[in-house]
Structure formats: structure tokens, C-alpha cells
């Protein structure tokens, strides 16, 4: 799991909140050509690999976002400070207090900042700890001398320029990975470690798989394209979800039965479940109650194909990230366990 979590610390370290992913598509070209692969970048962003194998009839596909939380700049403030409009779902709260960069697109330069509540100084704002995090109340303290609008639009910054989070990765000696963007980048480097087992084992898959590694997840349109006809099975490999009444920890892999967009594919999830335990896989079965994948997304572009969801369980999703090293190898296991396995029945 070593390279697991090398593929984790490089990933995680590239800004890519959506919309603004050349630069992790880039990488993911140059991994897959130095381990011997032809990726094609789709006209949505998306980098593809495709397997062929024993079974060139029937194919299969299998996902990853690299897309992540961000913002936008929404307004410059007349001090100077910036006004932020999210990229993605995600509440205020979690990202108080996060060290930030915002890519200037007309220089190409960068600076860096902190997310802040306007009223933070508890010696001047006698509501600072219970005012309302809010689109209004949140701005961006430039690590810059400015102090009105006029400076800080001279250093190139305007609308439109996005805005990505330090990711702040840490792996523990205990096997805990600490990072945002977990979701999904751990499953991006499990696809990426299975892509160089493959390659140098020499690994001959029994049908021919589509490798996408989406870029448009987190606003809900992900790899909804690019499927090819032949594309009888979608196992999207996207983040376990944790809290009350989940069954998910990080220490299995999760399979899920039901999100916001509705049940999985019944048989498709048997077989995963039957898959683990013949593997002697630990996983759990869950719900995630608020929750659309890359799968989800294809059903609702009207995609025919059978259609599932795993991953590795994450603590305190679409905030500062968690999940352990026994996740991370059981989820491995399992995505590695289904493409060598034949068809759902």
C-alpha cells in the first residue's frame, strides 16, 4: 500500500476544484504513459484508459473523481478582502479557518490566503462565535498588502478566479490518513495502483474495462459521457460516508445499497458482497442518505448498464478527511477482486 499512498500524498497536493483540473489530468497523463498506457482526455476534462480484454464483446467500466471542493471568487470587497461562491456542497463551517489559493487567471500567478468569517475578532465582535456562517459573512484575507478593492484587483485577481483549500495531508505512524480530498482521491490512486499491477504483472482482465477518472463529480455530472455501448456493468469507487445510523467505519470497504438517487443495482452488489466474502474481504453494507456518484449520475443520463458503488469509509466527508490504511487496502482488494471476476448474473 505503499504507492497507494504515494498516489494519495501527490493527488491530494494538486488543486482541482472543479472546473479547474487540467493541472491533475496532466498528472494522471503522464503516470498512465510512464506505465505504458495511451489515456485520452475527454472534452469534459476526464482522462481514460481503456483495457482491453479476454472478452472484447461485453465491456466494463469503472470510475474515479478527481474533482474536489472549491470556490469561486464571487466579488471584491471594498477592502480588498474577497467574496467566495462555493463549488460544491458543502457548509460554511468547514472551511473556517483554511489556508487557501487563488489562481489568477489572468497572470497565471497565485496567492495565497485564509477563509474567515468577516466578524472574527472576538475582542470586536461580541457576536463572533454565533453569528451565522453565511455566503455573506465569509470572505478571504489576502496574504498580500491590500487594502481596498483597487489593490487587489492590481495584482490581476477578479470574478471568476477559482479558489482551492490546502489539503493539509497527514499519514500517521498509526495508519491514519488525514487530508481533504480524500473524497476521491484515494480512490483515484487505488485505480492508478491497479492500473500498474496490471501493467507489470503482466494481468490479463476478463473483459475488456474503461478506466474514467471524472472530473465533474461533485456538481453532478460526472461520467455520464464516454460509455461505450458495449458497457454492460458501472462501478463507480467513491467514498464510504460515516456518521449515526452508518454502518461504514475505516477499516472495511463500504458497499452501498441506496443513496439519494435511489437503490444500487441489486444483483451487481451481491456479487461484490459474495466476492468479499470468498476473498475474505471485510465490508459493510450501507446507506448514504445524501449522496450521488459518478453511477448515479450515468442512470440519470440514461446509460444501460448495471450499476454499483464502493469505497473506502471516510470520517467527516466534504470537511477535514479521515480514513485508515486497513480501508484503503480492503477497498483495493475488492476493486481488484471484481475485475478479475466474471460477469453479474
Known sequence: ??????????????????????????????ELENLGYKATRTNKGGVNVIIKGKNNDKHRVITAHVDTLGAIVRAIKPDGRLKMDQIGGYPWNMIEGENCRIHIASNGKTVTGTILVHQTSIHVYRNAGTVERTQENMEIRLDEKVTNEDET??????????????????????????S????DKVSAAILLE??????????????????????FEEVGHGANSSIPKEAVEYLAVDMGAMGDDQQTDEYTVSICVKDASGPYHY??????????????????????????????????????????????????????????????????????AYLQSQLVK
Open 267 to 336: 444483483e451487481f452488489r451481491q456479487h461484490l458482497v459474495e466476492l468479499a466474502k470468498e476473498k475474505g474481504i471485510s465490508f459493510k453494507l450501507d446507506i448514504y442518505p445524501f449522496y450521488g456518484s459518478d453511477a448515479s449520475a450515468a442512470m440519470r443520463a440514461g446509460v444501460e448498464v448495471k450499476h454499483a458503488l464502493l469505497g473506502a469509509g471516510i470520517e467527516s466527508s466534504h470537511s477535514y478527511e479521515r480514513t485508515h490504511i486497513d480501508s484503503v487496502t480492503a477497498t483495493y482488494k475488492m476493486v481488484d
Open 1 to 30: 500500500m505503499d504507492k497507494v499512498v504515494d498516489y494519495i500524498k501527490n493527488l491530494t497536493s494538486i488543486p482541482s476544484p472543479t472546473g479547474y483540473t487540467k493541472e491533475v489530468g496532466d498528472y494522471l497523463i503522464s
Open 194 to 215: 491497479l492500473l500498474r499491477k496490471y501493467k507489470e504483472e503482466n494481468i490479463s482482465l476478463p473483459y475488456t474495462t474503461h478506466f474514467m477518472f471524472s472530473c
Open 180 to 183: 481533504r480530498f480524500l473524497d
Open 153 to 178: 484587483r492590481a495584482l490581476g485577481i477578479e470574478v471568476g478566479d477559482f479558489i482551492s483549500f490546502d489539503p493539509r495531508t497527514v499519514v500517521t505512524q498509526t495508519g491514519f490518513i488525514k
